[in-house]
C-alpha cells in the first residue's frame, strides 16, 4: 500500500514537471512569435510610409507641370522651399525663390499656350525628411509672337532634383532642368485663340 502511494506522488511529480515545462516551451514561443510580429508590422509600417512619401512627391511633381501651363504662379513659388536652389539650362534661377522664378516664366510666356509633362520618376527616399528625384520631361513651350521674341520649341530632356519635407509637407528643395532636344516651334500669335489658333473675333 505505502509503495503504491510512492509510485502515485512520484507520477504526480513527474506529471508537474512535464506540464511546467511545456507551458514554459509554450510561453516561449509565444514570446518568439509576438517579437516577430513587432518586427513584421516595423517593416510593413517602413514600406507604407516610403511608398507614401514616393506617392506625395509624384503629386507635388504633377502641380509644378500643372501650375506652369495653368499660369498659377502663386501656386507655383508655394511647391519650393525658401532657399530652393533653382536652375534651369545652366542658369541659375534661385534668386528670390520659387515665386520669382515663377514670374520670370510668366513675365516670358504671357497668355501663350504651353504644354510639360513629366514621365518616368526615378524616387530615392534618403531619410523621412530627404528624397532626390530624376524625371525624364517634355515641353511645348510658344511665345506671343513679337519683335524679338524668343523661338518656341518642343524639348526634351530631365530634371534631377531633391526634396525636403517642411512642417510634414514635401517640396522642391532643388532642380535642375536639362534639355537634350530642342525642336522648333512657331510662336503663338496673340490674335488667335490659343487653344484652337482660329483668329479672335468681336474681341
Not at 530631365?158 to 525636403?164: G, L, R
Amino acid at each position: 500500500m505505502l509503495r503504491n502511494k510512492k509510485l502515485l506522488i512520484l507520477g504526480v511529480a513527474i506529471l508537474a514537471v512535464i506540464i511546467t515545462g511545456c507551458a514554459k516551451q509554450n510561453n516561449q514561443s509565444q514570446q518568439n512569435a509576438q517579437t516577430e510580429a513587432v518586427k513584421i508590422t516595423g517593416l510593413e509600417t517602413a514600406t507604407y510610409q516610403r511608398l507614401d512619401d514616393i506617392e506625395q512627391i509624384k503629386q507635388l511633381k504633377a502641380r509644378y507641370f500643372r501650375f506652369v501651363d495653368e499660369k498659377k504662379w502663386t501656386e507655383f513659388g508655394d511647391i519650393f522651399t525658401s532657399d530652393a536652389k533653382i536652375i534651369s539650362e545652366g542658369v541659375d534661377y534661385s534668386k528670390g525663390g520659387g515665386a520669382a522664378y515663377g514670374k520670370m516664366i510668366g513675365d516670358l510666356v504671357g497668355k501663350a499656350p504651353t504644354v510639360h509633362h513629366g514621365y518616368m520618376p526615378e524616387i530615392e527616399i534618403i531619410d523621412k525628411d530627404h528624397a532626390t528625384g530624376i524625371w525624364a520631361m517634355e515641353d511645348l513651350l510658344t511665345f506671343p509672337d513679337a519683335k524679338d521674341a524668343y523661338p518656341g520649341h518642343h524639348g526634351y530632356g530631365q530634371y534631377h532634383e531633391t526634396y525636403t519635407k517642411v512642417n510634414g509637407v514635401w517640396k522642391i528643395s532643388s532642380t535642375e532642368l536639362t534639355r537634350f532636344r530642342m525642336d522648333p516651334l512657331k510662336n503663338w500669335d496673340p490674335n488667335t485663340d490659343p487653344v484652337t489658333g482660329q483668329p479672335l473675333t468681336g474681341k
